[in-house]
């Protein structure tokens, strides 16, 4: 297969909530174009509908999410929901931000959340974890 | 100093360096660069000839005289030391009002208030975009009974309080008023700080409701009614630290601060203000990062950058216009998840340097604040830490005691010369307001940022316990667990405070802000009054709003 005709991975990286925190969803975005995927970034103080219809809208392979205001326990299960009723409960959402570990295993255990990335992963890491969810 | 260094005999040091270095050879170990935090190269020595320019008296001076780059305070902290002010605010008004009596008795000398999203946004509790947010990153503040709450049995004509909030500022600080005025003292003996820093949102913080415009005006009703009534209250701190936060490097924060306040003065004038009625007000916030030297010297070139646009750009005559004071916070974007207790020893060589620069007050992080709001114990180490450097140190008892090292002041110079092209560049765009719509200063701030994660990435910085020194421990610290029955409590409150107070008076109230913002009348005498009815954050703001408008940013990456 001509792997220049491979539609590129498209990624969808997203600011819920009211936080203007957004230093780290800027650097992973970035990260993520050098790495040769494509990527939607929302911009600050997004709703978990306006999250998911961007989602739907650009077609995306993954939706990241970051938040940093501490809300991460009401907007991520409130964008899953809105997605799966998008048809679009397959599509990996990741979530990066200030997440302690408890609420992280809770949002993976409960299926809302596939990946938690908190401060001092490699974007190396969020690269091959998308790379392999995509291949 | 280079100063009474006789030419001839910066001849024969240059001579003795040339030999020196031949002597010396190359000896650096291979694979190691020397470059500040900020990525500027830094040299091995320095010498006489580093600052063979520099005369003491016109760049340097004495303390609490012009050009200040040695300190504001003539006798700085033998006077009186910097104030230990601790940022803080979590959960609702109840909770808050114990924290900050806690740190009173601990010895803290001030108080710094953190709003939760949704007030610094300027929703209600109880609003859609609310959910899931109030009382999680700082204390929830709908209404002026919240901040007699909040204030309840603390004495606010005898502290000082600083707020950090920027949108809805005049909001917040109405309230504040109105509390100190139910609580006996007159305007005129308050004293504190709102951050009311509208500029430094667009360019980095975010936390912005309404377009660049009429936030302006805002602020510049603020000048005038706080010059008036509140002569004691600093009616803007403008804010580096936030800039520098989202990733910016040490000349940056420096320039794009003081670019942010020549714009705040020039609002003023424009305003028809004297430019000495409001000037001495206007106070500084600067981040306090990892490079020791960077740090101070930032601080130094600040206070004379500020001194000499101040009398020779605008015409300044007071000598309180040309000060430069300024609070600083230790950096958290200088904090690791990975082992949180060396984030005190972080923390310290942060707070180090910003009372060698010469800081009026300082906030020290908590060792957990990378992973949660800080435990009590947290907030106490961070309060001790600035403690034992001013009881135990002996760092506050020379006034800027690193002056005169050939080091400190070439990178002093060379970072006020930075600074200077920066402004260039930024009235070559056509100044502040025209730069942030076309994204320059968030460009440059987000090239600095992704800059700095890639060296990370290449362990070319390294964070010690992350990138280096890992050991992989699992967490072993306690954090701060908001209940989330305080989202509940606090909306029921809200609700139940809308029912009681007399509507009629609030809509009349909203409808003579809007006129008045719809004109050219100050506006803070009408949110005061809303205020006092007891109108509530979020209806002032978008009572307000409906006027105004609302922002929004082209967002790029």
Redesign the interface.
């Known amino acids: 297969m001509d792997m220049s005709s491979k539609r590129k991975i498209r990624v969808l ?1 997203a600011k819920p ?7 780290g ?3 992973v ?3 993520l ?1 050098d790495a040769g995927m494509e ?1 939607i ?5 997004q ?1 978990p509908e306006q999250v998911a219809e961007a989602a739907l809208q650009e077609d995306v392979d993954v939706v990241g999410l970051s938040i940093l ?3 991460h ?3 991520v299960p409130r964008i899953k929901e809105l997605l799966n009723e998008r048809q679009l409960g397959a599509v990996p959402l990741l979530v990066g931000g ?1 997440i ?2 408890e609420d992280a295993l809770a949002l993976k255990q409960s299926g809302c959340a596939d990946r938690v990335f ?3 992963d ?3 890491s969020i690269v091959s974890y998308i790379r392999d969810r995509c291949i | 100093m280079a100063a009474y260094e006789k030419p001839d005999s910066l001849k024969k040091i240059k001579e003795a360096e040339n030999r020196w270095r031949k002597e010396q050879g190359e000896t650096v170990e291979a694979g190691r660069s020397f470059l500040t935090v900020s990525g500027a190269p830094v040299k091995d020595l320095c010498t006489p000839l580093d600052v063979a320019g520099l005369d003491y008296l016109r760049d340097l001076g004495f303390p609490g005289q012009y050009p200040y780059t040695r300190g504001v305070q003539g006798d700085m902290y033998r006077g009186r030391l910097w104030t230990m002010r601790q940022f803080s605010g979590f959960g609702d008004a109840f909770d808050s009002n114990r924290r900050y009596r806690y740190l009173l008795e601990q010895g803290q000398t001030g108080l710094s208030v953190a709003f939760d ?2 007030t ?2 300027g ?1 209600d509790s109880d609003h859609c ?5 109030v009382g ?2 700082g204390v929830a503040v709908d209404s002026l009974e919240d901040m007699e709450v909040l204030f309840a049995g603390i004495p606010v004509g005898r502290i000082t309080t600083s707020m950090t909030i920027n949108g809805p500022a005049a909001v917040i600080w109405c309230m504040y008023l109105a509390n100190a005025e139910k609580q006996g003292v007159p305007l005129d003996r308050v004293g504190g700080t709102i951050q009311n820093d509208i500029l430094k ?1 667009y360019i980095a ?3 912005w409701i309404f377009p660049p415009e009429p936030s302006l005006r805002l602020i510049t009703d603020i000048f005038a009614f706080a010059s008036r009534f509140v002569p004691r209250w600093n009616t803007v701190s403008i804010s580096g630290y936030h800039i520098r ?3 910016s490097t040490a000349v940056q924060e420096l320039a794009f601060t003081l670019a942010d306040g020549f714009a705040y003065v020039e609002a003023g004038i424009k305003a028809g203000l004297e430019v000495d009625d409001f000037a001495p007000r206007l106070s500084f916030f600067f981040n306090a990062h990892l490079d020791f030297f960077e740090e101070i010297c930032k601080y130094r070139a600040a206070r004379r950058i500020w001194a000499r646009r101040m009398k020779e750009r605008y015409g300044a005559k007071d000598p309180r216009s040309w000060m430069l004071r300024f609070h600083t916070q230790t950096a958290g ?1 200088s904090l ?3 082992e949180p207790e060396n984030n005190i020893v972080r923390t310290t060589l942060e707070a180090l340097a910003a009372v060698l620069g010469g800081t009026q007050s300082l906030h020290t992080n908590s060792m957990d604040e ?4 800080p435990t009590e114990k947290a907030a106490k180490i961070a309060l001790r830490t600035q403690q034992i450097l001013a009881f135990e140190s002996g760092a506050a008892n020379t006034i800027d005691p690193l002056a005169g090292s050939y080091f400190v002041e070439a990178l002093t110079n060379e970072m006020e010369v930075a600074a200077e092209e920066y402004f260039r560049r930024i009235e070559a765009l056509g100044g502040v307001l025209a730069a942030i719509e076309r994204g320059f200063f968030q460009q440059e701030i ?1 090239d600095a ?2 800059a700095y ?1 890639q060296a990370v ?1 290449k362990g070319e910085r390294v ?1 010690v316990g ?1 990138n280096r020194f890992a050991s992989g421990e699992p ?1 072993s610290i306690e ?1 701060l667990r ?1 209940d ?1 029955a305080v989202e509940r409590k606090q909306v029921e409150r809200l609700r139940e405070l809308k029912s009681r107070r007399d509507g009629v008076s609030v809509g009349n109230c909203l409808q003579r802000l809007k006129s008045a913002a719809a004109g050219t009348e100050n506006v803070i005498p009408y949110i005061l009054e809303a205020v006092k009815a007891y109108a509530t954050e979020g209806e002032i703001v978008a009572a307000l709003k409906e006027v105004f408008g609302e922002y929004r ?5």
């Open positions: 990286v909530g009211l936080d203007g925190h957004d230093r969803a800027k650097v975005a970035r990260a174009r990527v970034y929302t911009g600050l103080h709703t205001s501490g809300a326990m009401t907007l200030i302690p570990e908190t401060p001092g490699p974007l190396e | 999203m949704p610094i946004m929703y975009r609310s959910l899931g947010e999680r990153c949102e913080q975010k936390s936060e989202a990733g974007c690791t998840a990975q990378v992973l949660a709001l987000a940022a992704y994660q990435e964070a992350v967490l954090l908001i989330p940013e082209q967002p790029l990456f």
